[in-house]
């Protein structure tokens, strides 16, 4: 069965220190994957998204993941947290290599920023 | 600036009524979606339209419906069948043609019943 898991729904940490959030799938077709944001009543916005090529994807705001695919993992970080950052993740996997393919986003990880 | 709008921003309902969402999107694409969001429960697909006049029920389409009679505008009907319809709703458009499925949102919105 396809599915998404973020392990953690919620990571607090301090300002200026490095975190991480997790993403982890179950699927038996290749996958495209995306990190999204969402800031406090608002839409969600792609910060950034692995399609071909380097398993390394850089996206905005400072925020990099490492698709690994023997551990079907898409895990989100940086290096330095700021206030600004505080917003809940959401990591999302298109099942599939065609326009018919399934998304499927995981519950959401609230990343809380304390000075 | 293409993009997706959303309206209104917040909404309140007396339980027995039917309200309905607007969402609009000026991006040229063919697919748009509807999907209900609950703290700690990440988005939940209600609906999802390919084409114009076609759209498919989602995993919880229950007491919802939706229309699809032009490609830039998805209505989405919350019903007084829906029994839990407090909410944050968020609409979502896709190029149909990309195998990617990287999805667009609006802003959202917020619907509370009194």
Do not use: M, W
């Given at each position: 069965a396809q599915s998404v898991t973020q392990l953690d729904s919620q990571v607090p940490v301090f300002e200026e220190a490095p975190v991480e959030l997790r993403c982890n799938y179950s699927s038996s077709v290749s996958v495209y994957l995306f990190w999204y944001v969402q800031y406090p009543n608002q839409g969600l916005q792609l910060l950034l998204k692995y399609l071909?090529?380097?398993?390394?994807?850089?996206?905005?705001?400072?925020?990099?993941?490492?698709?690994?695919?023997?551990?079907?993992?898409?895990?989100?970080?940086?290096?330095?947290?700021?206030?600004?950052?505080t917003a809940e993740?959401?990591?999302?996997?298109?099942?599939?290599?065609?326009?018919?393919?399934?998304?499927?986003?995981?519950?959401?990880?609230?990343?809380?920023i304390r000075p | 600036d293409g993009g997706i709008t959303?309206?209104?921003?917040?909404?309140?309902?007396?339980?027995g009524q039917n309200v309905t969402l607007s969402c609009e999107q000026n991006l040229n694409h063919d697919a748009m979606y509807w999907y209900r969001q609950d703290p700690g429960q990440g988005l939940r697909l209600i609906y999802y339209s390919q084409i114009v006049n076609d759209f498919?029920?989602?995993?919880?389409?229950?007491?919802?419906?939706?229309?699809?009679e032009k490609k830039e505008s998805f209505p989405l009907t919350v019903t007084s069948a829906q029994k839990n319809p407090t909410a944050f709703y968020l609409c979502a458009s896709?190029?149909?043609?990309?195998?990617?499925?990287?999805?667009?949102?609006g802003p959202g919105t917020r619907l509370t019943v009194l």
């Open positions: 071909s090529g380097s398993t390394l994807v850089k996206g905005i705001n400072g925020f990099e993941a490492e698709f690994n695919k023997s551990q079907t993992s898409f895990h989100l970080r940086k290096p330095s947290v700021h206030i600004s950052d993740y959401f990591c999302a996997v298109s099942f599939g290599r065609s326009s018919a393919s399934k998304i499927i986003f995981g519950s959401g990880t609230r990343l809380s | 959303q309206s209104p921003k917040y909404l309140f309902r007396k339980e498919q029920k989602g995993d919880i389409a229950e007491g919802y419906s939706v229309s699809r896709s190029n149909r043609t990309s195998v990617y499925n990287e999805q667009f949102f």
